[in-house]
């Protein structure tokens, strides 16, 4: 082989295909949607990372116990947390240039107190403009502080997703995760490191057997019909591959998989491309969950569109995941 490079020896480059190659160039440039994080949370500079790596529009979640100082739980507790996220979201916008709506729900990972306060005052947010979503939500067996029974948990879902129907908005859906266990454990009151929970607060699991992840999952469906809500109205976020067959062969969901701190729930952007291969982009988004109590990435959308192609899901595929689903769903970057 004549190499046409002027260098003393062969290298590397005298046996590639001289052939041209096409590089993705449209994907340097490719907006993006994160249809679930907790943005309001974050410093600014981590915001401004969403802004620089090609974010255009988010749902920040404003449901979620482990802000709360208090435990228990208190109805007005998970308010403020909703308050909060409503004073700083057009301030948020107006500094980063992104679109960022929000989502407002009960999570249920620990009892809280009077949740019929929540309840009863949630339809006059949802009627707000800058609320997009009703979450994140969802049946939770691991419990935190103090334990809410399956029932409870469930009936409070199902009520959210009555108002979802009721306000014709979609729900991001909490589903637990267990594709991250290495089956080890950390010294005794370390905690997890990166993951600011304070983890000996956690009670015994509120569901048994094989497992409970999924038959969570199946609960919150139980619920989704029910309240009578379209399958295509709820984003089952943190899909992973314990619950990926049952959710595409038995619902019409949408499924959102988290990709932001693969260190702890080990999803990654091969897991995308997986059940792109598998399923089609029809059903499938992807989002981060960065949040203060976490060791997230800003940049992990960013990142898996370009490991999307490397794994060779196609430009089409890959916008319709990262952009397309999102808008129709959430009624996004229109």
């Not at 009703?134 to 419990?143: A, N, Y």
């Not at 009520?159 to 995760?177: C, F, G, K, S, Y």
Request: charged letters at 25%; glycine letters at 6%; proline letters at 5%.
């Amino acid at each position: 082989m004549t190499s046409s490079h002027p260098t003393k020896r062969p290298t590397d480059a005298a046996h590639l295909d001289e052939r041209r190659t096409e590089f993705p160039t449209d994907l340097l440039n490719l907006p993006w949607i994160d249809v679930h994080n907790h943005a309001h949370t974050l410093s600014w500079e981590d915001r401004e990372r969403y802004a620089l790596s090609g974010c255009r529009s988010m749902v920040m979640v404003a449901s979620g116990y482990h802000w709360t100082p208090y435990k228990p739980v208190r109805a007005d507790d998970i308010r403020y947390l909703w308050d909060d996220a409503v004073n700083r979201r057009a301030a948020i916008e107006r500094n980063h240039f992104f679109e960022a709506k929000l989502g407002l729900g009960v999570h249920t990972g620990v009892r809280i107190e009077n949740p019929d306060e929540l309840l009863d005052a949630m339809a006059d947010y949802c009627a707000l403009d800058e609320v997009v979503a009703i979450g994140e939500t969802g049946v939770t067996p691991s419990q935190h502080v103090s334990s809410w029974d399956v029932d409870h948990q469930q009936a409070v879902v199902q009520a959210q997703m009555e108002l979802a129907d009721d306000h014709d908005l979609p729900v991001i859906l909490h589903t637990p995760n267990q594709s991250g266990d290495s089956g080890r454990s950390y010294r005794p009151g370390m905690g997890i490191p990166g993951y600011e929970k304070n983890t000996t607060l956690g009670q015994e699991p509120v569901l048994e057997g094989d497992n409970p992840a999924l038959e969570a999952v199946k609960l919150d469906i139980e619920a989704m019909r029910d309240a009578g809500l379209d399958d295509r109205q709820v984003v089952a976020s943190h899909a992973d591959e314990n619950n990926t067959e049952y959710l595409m062969s038995e619902t019409d969901c949408y499924l959102s998989y988290t990709i932001g701190h693969s260190w702890l729930i080990g999803v990654t952007a091969a897991d995308v491309a997986d059940a792109i291969d598998e399923y089609g982009p029809e059903r499938i988004m992807v989002d981060t969950d960065c949040a203060n109590v976490l060791r997230t990435d800003p940049f992990a959308l960013k990142r898996a569109i370009f490991e999307l192609y490397r794994y060779g899901i196609d430009e089409d595929a890959i916008r319709k995941v990262v952009l397309e689903n999102p808008r129709e769903v959430f009624g996004l970057a229109e």
